[in-house]
Every structure is written in structure tokens, then in C-alpha cells.
T-cell receptor, first 113, second 112 residues
Framework: ETGVTQTPRHLVMGMTNKKSLKCEQH?????MYWYKQSAKKPLELMFV???????ENNSVPSRFSPECPNSSHLFLHLHTLQPEDSALYLC????????????FGPGTRLTVT | QKEVEQNSGPLSVPEGAIASLNCTYS??????FFWYRQYSGKSPELIMF????GDKEDGRFTAQLNKASQYVSLLIRDSQPSDSATYLC????????????FGRGTSLIVHP
């Protein structure tokens, strides 16, 4: 595997379900990010982790819970979501120091019914 | 409030023409500037980055940075229908922050 991978690629869940999104980066980066992208809207930064420590939390509802067990893996735990949470969830990684370009995973298309 | 502004478009150009995409930013002193391409339904893909004033060329793409005027541009020469996508500008603020601010993106349509 190379680059940034995300699973699942597509997810349909009911409002009472609990699910998790997984992201893995194979680039040796130190920083990882979760973004939300709704239809016809810009990227919204949700969470940032640097060296497994959360450094940014952009007023995201508590029904989204991130976890970063190590610098290669990032999770987004979902529970009691709302239909308006349906979106493309993107994971990205970067070196975090010196060179800041981000590399994105393919995303998880989430539909909340 | 850090802001990165882009015209949402769509910008429509004929095949073979030069497409010019512009981005302005509010945080004077910003150090790093990026252009990403995003096809419909796909994730953003890094295509160019620039740190210094002036031009940077990579194949058909040229990034232009003018820090005094606080804008960064992306020129696409010999535009192809496969270049049709949304182009996102991202700017890292000063102080060594690695967390970028993204613009809303400009939709480019290259018609045959």
C-alpha cells in the first residue's frame, strides 16, 4: 500500500448506528487531518493530530470522535449522526515541519439515513 | 480571520488555450502556497506548491506568487478537457503553522 488509504470507501448508516472511519498513511508523515466536504461546499477542517496529539478541533459536534493511536493511523468514530452529516470525509497527512503539502486519501462517502 | 479567496467560476476555456486561476489571501507573511486539483467525486490531489516570489513551472502548469500583492495564480497551458476540475488554493499562515486555509475552489471547464 502506498500514500493515504481510507476505509470504508462508502458507508450508509442509520441515525442510531455507531461506525468508525479508518485512515492509514504510508508516507512517514507526522501530522494527520480529518476534513468534511459537503456537496457544493468548501473543505471544512475537523481535526488535526501532530505526533498523535490533537492540536486542532474546529468546533465539531461531539457525535464525531477522533482517535490517533500512532502517527500512521487515524480514526473517526461516529455515533447518533444526523442526515446533514452526509458528506465526503477526507483524511490527509503531511510532514508537519518544513514541508507542508498535504496528501489526501480517496475519502469515505457517508450517507446518513 | 485568515481568508483565502477564489472566484468560484465556472471558468470556461477552449481546448488548447491558457487557463488562468487566481487566489488572494489575507494573512500577510504567509509562507507556503499550494494548488490542488479535485475531480468531481474524488479527493484533492496536490499539483503545485510555491514558497518564493516569482514563477514556478512544472510541465503545463505554472504557479505565480506575488507576496506584495498577496495573490497566487495557477496557469495551465494547452488546456485539455481532462483538466476540467475544481482547483483549490491553500495557504499556510506565517509562524511555521502546517495547518492550511483552503479557498472554496474554482471550477474549470475546458471544452473541445
Amino acid at each position: 500500500e502506498t500514500g493515504v488509504t481510507q476505509t470504508p470507501r462508502h458507508l450508509v448508516m442509520g441515525m442510531t448506528n455507531k461506525k468508525s472511519l479508518k485512515c492509514e498513511q504510508h508516507l512517514g508523515h507526522n501530522a494527520m487531518y480529518w476534513y468534511k466536504q459537503s456537496a457544493k461546499k468548501p473543505l471544512e477542517l475537523m481535526f488535526v493530530y501532530s505526533l498523535e496529539e490533537r492540536v486542532e478541533n474546529n468546533s465539531v459536534p461531539s457525535r464525531f470522535s477522533p482517535e490517533c493511536p500512532n502517527s500512521s493511523h487515524l480514526f473517526l468514530h461516529l455515533h447518533t449522526l444526523q442526515p446533514e452529516d452526509s458528506a465526503l470525509y477526507l483524511c490527509a497527512s503531511s510532514h508537519g515541519q518544513g514541508s507542508y503539502e498535504q496528501y489526501f486519501g480517496p475519502g469515505t462517502r457517508l450517507t446518513v439515513t | 480571520q485568515k481568508e483565502v479567496e477564489q472566484n468560484s467560476g465556472p471558468l470556461s476555456v477552449p481546448e488548447g488555450a491558457i487557463a488562468s486561476l487566481n487566489c488572494t489571501y489575507s494573512d500577510r507573511g504567509s509562507q507556503s502556497f499550494f494548488w490542488y486539483r479535485q475531480y468531481s467525486g474524488k479527493s484533492p490531489e496536490l499539483i503545485m506548491f510555491i514558497y518564493s516570489n516569482g514563477d514556478k513551472e512544472d510541465g503545463r502548469f505554472t504557479a505565480q506568487l506575488n507576496k506584495a500583492s498577496q495573490y497566487v495564480s495557477l496557469l495551465i497551458r494547452d488546456s485539455q478537457p481532462s483538466d476540467s476540475a475544481t482547483y483549490l488554493c491553500a495557504v499556510n499562515p506565517p509562524g511555521g503553522s502546517y495547518i492550511p486555509t483552503f479557498g472554496r475552489g474554482t471550477s474549470l471547464i475546458v471544452h473541445p
